[in-house]
């Protein structure tokens, strides 16, 4: 342990976490802006940093290999937060938000200079630091509890350990991961310069030569056929039919039929019709059709057990109850500890007194009193917080699988008790915890691990500190350098996950519904996709973003999703696990790093 310990954060562990850190927050930020997904890296970090480390330096050790894993990573926000609200400011008659959170001249149309976005980014910085902050202090409070908890094993979080110990044993993966990290970059620099050059190279649009109402194309992008692999063959399919059958028979129809109006291109009409006809149903898919899966799942299983005339048994019955660790012992034991340990007491307390002062200044719920905002605020920050850390590190630890969907209706709900009509504090609000929980949850995971990483819990918070600022920056950066060159509901940037976001946000920013969704085809899309998913093998998500997805891009994630079954089938899926998955994560990687080079390139102009 000590021989492993001897150099954890050395300057090349910085240097390349912070770098990486910067690269894998932008790919992120672009697939969470307009997908609502994301991946984790740490396998591609683990690889590179042996291969540079271990190969081409002076050697290196478990813990700085560890380390530089979780340097390089990222799960800040700000980027998802500066794009919905630019996007709403283009969109929403009305939408208003205070000078701290976008520009004064975003509201009145004007051009605004990227220096106008100074104050507003300082601001979130402050409040997503505490956010931080909190996660950090909950984690490294509450480790020991965790570590007596034997079924919190954290099994994703072990799969990287376990690389770790692979690379001291064989470095075979690292010659996979750079020749298709070359050949990702290669394609698509080559396929920006084409475009620059006035050749078409990442787009064939079919829409012109088919009558009105068609919306038919191809997206030639790497990225999207990488995470169609990822994604497996029953979402990206579903997908697929879904997007044909909505933009080759519903929306031609609607044309046709004057529901709607046939005039501008492609994509605009492809706004359209989002706005004005899919958004409900495909909402009703993701939000209700979830609940009614289970319960049609469930009567499915009576009904077959009944027919085959046997009862259902014990472990099948509330199988979903989680054992173990409960919420509640997870809340005594943490202010126990508190108490036991003065010094992180004391910074408990006063990060939570920094809180309630940037509330009561910034007054979130203005125009109610700031005092209100202050008591939002710190029910967040304390209650609220620790629950969705507890709610996230329970399905990491004993489910490998963690969701984020609780979270927005968990800190809304105090808002909503207000009476608050506008949008700020669903958007930005002091104490907020959803950072917190994230880099709570991720430290916990990792904490868990230590002894075969070679770290001490506080090496990870010191390592994870490492690429705060530049994840920060990164996510920033992208989505307002992405605007600025391509604009937001674009082609390269379709902004699904922030359509899908709008509703949801001005249904309670409003305090109303009727305008906002259909509450018919809602409900009806909700019942029929859980219907399709619980009589077919088609993939209801699938569905839902078919919706939502014009051909362009469900092509390619349906070629993806392809490909993996015929690897599958080929190869079997241990090495589209061990071998496929790397390959993909190479892919995605470099192809967004070409991109963010060409965006780059094509934003320097406006910037000089």
Request: charge should be positive; aromatic fraction near 10%; proline fraction near 5%.
């Amino acid at each position: 342990m000590d021989e492993n310990r001897r150099s954890v954060l050395t300057a090349r562990v910085v240097a390349l976490g912070a770098c990486l850190s910067i690269v894998y927050t932008a790919v992120n930020t672009y697939l969470n802006v307009n997908f609502g997904m994301g991946f984790s890296f740490s396998a591609i970090t683990v690889l590179i940093a042996y291969g540079l480390f271990h190969k081409l330096g002076r050697g290196s050790s478990r813990s700085e290999i560890s380390a530089c894993m979780l340097a390089a990573g990222m799960g800040l926000t700000v980027g998802w937060t500066l794009a919905f609200v630019i996007f709403a400011y283009e969109r929403l008659e009305g939408f208003d938000v205070p000078w701290w959170l976008a520009p004064p001249e975003l509201s009145r149309g004007a051009e605004v200079p990227l220096s106008a976005w100074l104050a507003p980014l300082a601001v979130l910085l402050v409040i997503s630091a505490t956010s931080t902050a909190m996660g950090l202090i909950i984690a490294y409070t509450v480790q020991p509890l965790i570590d007596r908890a034997e079924r919190m094993v954290f099994p994703f979080y072990k799969v990287s350990a376990t690389l770790v110990d692979a690379c001291f044993e064989e470095g075979g993966r690292l010659k996979l991961l750079t020749q298709f990290m070359a050949l990702g970059f290669t394609i698509t620099l080559a396929q920006g310069v084409l475009e620059a050059l006035g050749i078409p190279a990442t787009q064939l649009n079919l829409s012109w030569l088919l009558p009105p109402g068609f919306i038919i194309g191809v997206a030639f992008n790497l990225t999207f056929v990488a995470v169609g692999f990822m994604i497996g063959p029953a979402v990206s399919l579903s997908m697929l039919v879904a997007s044909l059958a909505t933009y080759a028979i519903v929306v031609p129809a609607l044309v046709a039929s004057g529901s709607l109006a046939p005039g501008g291109g492609p994509m605009e009409l492809y706004m359209r019709a989002v706005t004005a006809y899919l958004t409900s149903p495909a909402l009703g898919m993701l939000l209700l059709g979830g609940l009614l899966l289970s319960a049609f799942r469930k009567a499915a299983s009576r009904l077959r057990k009944k027919a085959e005339g046997g009862a259902e048994g014990p472990g099948e019955v509330g199988s979903g109850q989680l054992k173990g660790l409960g919420y509640g012992e997870l809340f005594s034991y943490f202010f126990r500890a508190l108490r036991e340990r003065p010094g992180m007491a004391v910074a408990y307390v006063a990060l939570l007194a920094c809180i309630c002062l940037l509330s009561y200044f910034l007054s979130p719920l203005w125009p109610l009193n700031p005092l209100i905002s202050v008591a939002v605020s710190l029910l967040s920050a304390t209650v609220l917080t620790l629950l969705d850390y507890a709610i996230l590190v329970k399905m990491a630890g004993e489910l490998g699988m963690t969701s984020g969907a609780h979270q927005f209706w968990l800190y809304s709900a105090p808002v909503l008790a207000t009476g608050y009509v506008g949008y700020t504090p669903y958007l930005a609000m002091p104490g907020r915890g959803t950072n917190a929980a994230w880099e709570g949850m991720l430290i916990s995971g990792y904490s868990k691990m230590r002894g075969q990483l070679g770290l001490r819990a506080r090496d990870m918070i010191v390592a994870r500190l490492v690429s705060w600022l530049p994840s920060f920056l990164a996510s920033a950066l992208f989505v307002l350098l992405a605007w600025r060159a391509w604009g937001l509901g674009s082609p390269q940037m379709p902004c699904i996950s922030l359509m899908l976001s709008l509703p949801i946000v001005r249904m309670v920013a409003e305090r109303r519904v009727v305008g906002i969704i259909d509450p018919i085809t809602f409900v009806s899309a909700a019942v029929l996709g859980a219907l399709i998913e619980t009589l077919t093998p088609a993939s209801m998500m699938g569905v839902a973003m078919g919706l939502l997805m014009p051909p362009y891009y469900s092509i390619p994630f349906a070629f993806g999703g392809l490909l993996r079954a015929r690897i599958e089938k080929k190869m079997g899926r241990e090495w589209v696990r061990e071998k496929g998955m790397l390959i993909c994560s190479a892919i995605i990687t470099s192809s967004v790093l070409a991109q963010l080079a060409t965006l780059a390139l094509s934003a320097l102009p406006s910037l000089l």
